[in-house]
C-alpha cells in the first residue's frame, strides 16, 4: 500500500517486483485471481437492483476483475528496466558545433494512444501523449521504450498531471537525458445523471486537458527547447491553444467534481469500491482517493435499474392518442422525418463501463399531423440509456417505444464509442460501433432505408 | 505444416492448441525460444555486411524472433473459443414487423487498427478492419470479440483479400448469424530500390487495396444489406470508391510483385528466410510462398551497408568548391533557405522492419549563390536512409554531410513512421517520430529555429 504514497515512485523503481517478460509483452498470462473484487462487483450489481444470476452479467465481476487488473498493471511493472533494457550508444557531431545523434538534437514521438484511470471517479480517460528527450552521454534510447514507459504509468489509478510527471521523472531517471518534455492531451467523459440528461442535452463530448510536464532543459518551461517541441507539435496539427501550465492546475479536472453532491445511501457499494481500490495494491485512504467510492457510486446510481417504465408508457400512449385523432393515415399522405443525434449515455453491463453516442431516429409522418417534438425522442433515448445496456438491446427498445409513438415504420441507428473496446486488452482507440433496428416499411424498403442513412452527418472520430 | 493449406481454416478451428488465457490476453507469457530464427536473422545481418557483435545489432537477432512470433500468434489461436465464451442471449421485436435486437438489425464495428504480415515479402502492412454482422437465433456476440477474431487472423502471414475471407468465414461459424461482412482498408509500404529511388522520389506514400467478404445474406455482393453496411461506413469518411470486388484481385498487390527481378545472389540468405518460414508454423513450399525468401532478400539487399561513401564525399567536395569560389560569405549577406519534404526509406536496424518519411533540412546561403539543387539534397538523404539505421543517427549523418555542402548553418528535421511501432506488442498506430540536428548558428539562435519549424506544413497522419 505504502508503494503508492509520496515515494512511490522511487520504491516502483527500485523495489518492484521483477515480472520479467510480462513487461516486454505488456500482458500477464493466465486467469486473473482476484475473488475480492469480484465479490465487490456483485455487492454493486445488486445495489444497482441487477439479477446476478441472469446471463449477460453472471459474468459480469470476473469481467470486471480482469479488465481493472489488467487496465492497472502498470503498479506491478519497472519503469527501469524497460529503459535499460534499450539503451544503445550513439556517438554525437564529430568536427561542428551544434547537437545531433547521441549527444543532442530533440527526439520526439508523437501521438502515442493510451488510456489511464481516474483516481477520482475510477473511470477511464483517454490520453494523446507527446514525449521528447534531449540525448545526451552518446547513448539514445529505443523509441518504443518511450511509449511502454508512458504506459507502465498511464495503467495506475492517475490524475493527468501526475501521470506527465511520472512519465517525465522515470525517463529523466531511466535515460540520464539532457531533459524530458512530456505533453498529454486528456479526455474524460462528461459525468451527468439521468434528471440532469432530461433537462440538458448539451453534455455531449469530452472534457479535456491538455498538461505538460518537463525535467532537465525542459524545467524552465520558458526555455526556448520548449519551443522547438512544441513546434514539433504544432506542424502534426495539435493545437497547444488550451494548454495549461503545469501550475494552474489546482483543482481536479475529473467531473465528478462539479457535481451535485448526491450522498450515496448504499454504504455496501462504496465498502465494495473501497475493497477494489486496496485489492487493486492501492490506499484507499490517500487523500485523492478518499472521495473515490462515493464519486463512482453516485455515477453508477444513474444506472439503476428502476421503474420508470410504466409513467413513460402512459407518456407515450397519451402522446399518441393525441397525435391521430382521426384513425390510420394512409401510406401515400405521409412524408419522411427524422430525428439526428440524439446524445446518449449508457452503461455497459458485461463490463460496469460507459458507452455513449448518438441516435438517429427516422420514420414517417402524416401530412398536417404535428412532427413529434424532439424533447419526447430524446426522453426516450436517455430512458432506455440510463441503465446496464448493451447496444443492440437499447437499439431495439428505443425503436419498439418510438414506434407505440410514431407509428409501425421506424428505423433507429445508434452510434457508440464503447470504453469497453479501449481500455482492455484490444485498446481499439478510434473505434465506433453501429446498430440498425428496421421496422415496418423500413424493414423491406431499401430505398426508404437509404435516404435515411444519407441523411445521417458524417462524424468521422466523434466524440474525441 | 498442413494447417496452412487450403484447409487450414477448419484445422484451426477443431483441433487447434488451447492455449487457455493467453488467446482472452491477446499476448504469449515469457520469452520467445526461437534459436532457428535468431541464427537465421544473424545469417541475414551477416549477408547485409554487418557485424553482428556491434552493439544496436547485437540482439537484433533476439528482437526480431520476439516481434516474428507475437506478429504471427494467430497461428496459435482459436477464433471459435473466443466467440464462444461471449455469445449473449438477446430478444428481437415483439409483436412488430422488423429487424432488431438478437433477430436482425445489422450490428457494425467501425475503424479496427490491425496489422498484419504480407505472405508475399515478409513486410507488415496495416488494416483498417470493418467487421458487421445480422443476429439471428435471439443471441448477440461481445463487440469486442468482432475485433479479437478479426486480430488472431491478421496475426497470421496474410493477403489481403484472404484475411477477410477468413475473418468472416471464422465469425459466421462461430456466431451462426444471419450473415458475415467485413471490409478492410489495407495499406503497404512501398517497395523501392536504391538505385530507382535515387530517380524517382515520387514513391512516398503507400499501396491502398479495399477488399471485402460477405457470408449469408451478405453472400451476393448486390444484396441490399451490403448497400445499409457501406452507408454506415460512408458517413464515418471512409470512402468506398476505390473499392475492389471480391473476384477482381486476380493478382498479388504487393508491389514486390511488379519489382524488377533481381536474382539474390545470397542462396544463404534466402534459405534462411526459408527457415524463418518453417519457424513460424507455415510451408515455405505453399504456393503463395514459394518465391517470399526471395522477395524479402531482394528488399532487405536495398539496406546493404554498401561503400559509396567515398563516391558521395567527393560529389559533395567538389559541389562545395563550385559554390564557394569567392572564400568565406559574411552573416549578413546571407539568406534563409530550405528543402522540404525530401522522402526517405530506412530500415530499424533494432527490428529489421522498415522506416520511413520525409526529411526536412534549413540552411543559410549567400546571396547571388545559385541556391543548391534538391536533387543532391535528396540523394544524401536516400543515401544514409538505405542502410540499417536509427533515426537519431541519420537525423546526424545527413545534418554533417549537408554541411560539408552548404555551410556550418544546416538545421535537419526528420519526420518518420517506424513500423516497429505498429507491428509488434505496443501498437501504437498514428504514432510519429521526429528528430533534429541544429548545427552552427541554428544551434545557438532560436528564432532561427523557429523560423524554419514554422515552414514545415502540417503534416497531420502522414502517410496513411
Known sequence: MGALDEGHFNVELENGVNIGGCVELGFEGGESESPAIEDAVRVLLLGLGEDINREGIRK???????????????????????????????????????????????????DLDLFSYCESCLLPFQVKCHVGYVPSGQRVVGLSKLSRVADVFAKRLQDPQRLAND??????????????????????????????????????????????????????????????????????????????????????????????????????????????????GEDPLRKELVGTPARFVTWLMNFKNCNLEMNLNGLVRKRRDSLKPNGDVRRGEEHFCSELNLSFWSQC????????????????????VISIGRSLLQSIVHFYGFKLQVQERMTRQIAETA??????????????????????????????????????????????????LQSIPSSCQPGV
Chains 1, 2 share one sequence.
Request: glycine content about 10%; aromatic content about 8%.
Open 60 to 110: 459480469t465481476p470476473l469481467r470486471v476483475a480482469k479488465a481493472l487488473r489488467e487496465g492497472t498493471r502498470g503498479y506491478r511493472q519497472k519503469a527501469k528496466d524497460i529503459v535499460h533494457s534499450a539503451l544503445f550508444p550513439e556517438v554525437g557531431l564529430e568536427y561542428r558545433v551544434g547537437h545531433a545523434g547521441g549527444a543532442g538534437g530533440l527526439v520526439v514521438v508523437r
Open 167 to 280: 512519465v517525465c521523472k522515470a525517463l529523466q531517471h531511466g535515460i540520464k537525458p539532457a531533459g524530458v518534455a512530456v505533453v498529454l492531451q486528456c479526455s474524460h467523459i462528461h459525468f451527468p445523471n439521468f434528471e440532469a440528461a432530461f433537462l440538458d442535452s448539451n453534455h455531449q463530448g469530452w472534457i479535456k486537458l491538455l498538461v505538460t510536464s518537463g525535467s532537465g532543459v525542459f524545467e524552465d518551461e520558458k526555455a526556448d527547447v520548449w519551443a522547438d517541441f512544441l513546434s514539433l507539435l504544432q506542424f502534426r496539427g495539435i493545437n497547444m491553444v488550451n494548454m495549461h501550465p503545469n501550475s494552474s492546475v489546482d483543482q481536479s479536472w475529473c467531473p465528478s467534481h462539479s457535481f451535485p453532491k448526491i450522498a450515496p445511501a448504499n454504504l455496501a457499494m462504496m465498502s465494495a469500491v473501497g475493497s477494489i481500490l486496496q485489492s487493486l
Open 349 to 368: 453491463e458485461h463490463h460496469l463501463l460507459p458507452f455513449h453516442g448518438v441516435v438517429h431516429i427516422g420514420y414517417y409522418c402524416a401530412e398536417g
Open 403 to 452: 414506434s407505440s409513438l410514431l407509428g409501425e415504420d421506424v428505423m433507429v441507428v445508434v452510434e457508440a464509442n464503447h470504453t469497453c473496446m479501449i481500455s482492455r486488452g484490444i485498446e481499439k482507440f478510434g473505434s465506433n460501433t453501429a446498430t440498425i433496428a428496421v421496422l415496418g416499411q423500413f424493414s423491406t424498403d431499401s430505398t426508404a432505408r437509404a435516404k435515411f
